[in-house]
């Protein structure tokens, strides 16, 4: 087994399904994942220890993703000089408040932070900083983005047909 060189954590197991996605994309591009749940405010000390021994164990990347008052991913960015991106979850208040919690760092700390439950593009931010420095994972994201392309111009062909068929 290939060591892990992204990690994506959660604040709560009960945040899993939500960052599967993330997890997920990785996988398929090939990218060996290590996947966790370490609270900021219940598990402090691990989550913590986690962050400050991570560049150390490898890692290049960390994903953080946590609903509500959600600050797993500052202070793990606190703790860590990594790249780390920030996934706010809809668990209460349509996800305002974990996106605000997430996204309002101070200057000098920086969480690059995607959309709410946005862990798939979390995970292709992470391949993308890590396909700089290795051409097949490059490769990889570009097959990937040429799929994307391709389901929205078949999507539109579809919608066209439709629509000109809606005016005969
Ligand atoms: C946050 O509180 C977690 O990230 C989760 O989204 C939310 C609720 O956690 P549980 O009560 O389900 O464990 O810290």
Same mark, same amino acid.
Do not use: W
């Given at each position: ?13 009960? &945040? ?8 997920? #994309? ?5 990218? !060996? #994942? ?6 900021a ?10 962050a ?8 290049? #990347? @960390?994903?953080c993703?946590?609903?509500?008052a959600a600050h797993l991913a500052g202070v793990v960015a606190a703790h860590a000089l990594? !790249?780390v991106?920030g #996934? ?11 996106l605000y919690s997430t996204v309002q760092m101070p200057p000098g700390i920086p969480v690059a932070t995607?959309?709410? &439950? ?5 995970? @292709?931010?992470?391949? %993308? ?9 490059? %490769? ?7 799929? %994307? %392309? ?15 068929? @809606?005016?005969?």
């Amino acid at each position: 087994m290939p060591s892990p060189l992204v990690a994506v954590l959660m604040g709560s197991s009960s &945040d899993l399904a939500a960052m599967q996605p993330a997890a997920d #994309v990785l996988a398929e591009l090939g990218v !060996p #994942v290590e996947v966790r749940a370490l609270s900021a405010h219940r598990s402090p000390e691990q989550a913590i220890e986690f962050a400050r021994s991570a560049a150390k164990n490898g890692f290049k #990347v @960390l994903i953080c993703g946590a609903g509500g008052a959600a600050h797993l991913a500052g202070v793990v960015a606190a703790h860590a000089l990594l !790249p780390v991106i920030g #996934v706010p979850l809809a668990r209460s208040l349509g996800g305002l408040d974990a996106l605000y919690s997430t996204v309002q760092m101070p200057p000098g700390i920086p969480v690059a932070t995607v959309a709410i &439950d946005g862990a798939l593009n979390a995970g @292709l931010l992470a391949a %993308t900083i890590l396909a700089l420095g290795d051409p097949l994972l490059a %490769t990889r994201l570009r097959a990937r983005r040429e799929e %994307t %392309t391709g389901k929205v111009l078949a999507s539109d062909d579809e919608v066209r047909e439709k629509g000109s068929r @809606l005016l005969d």
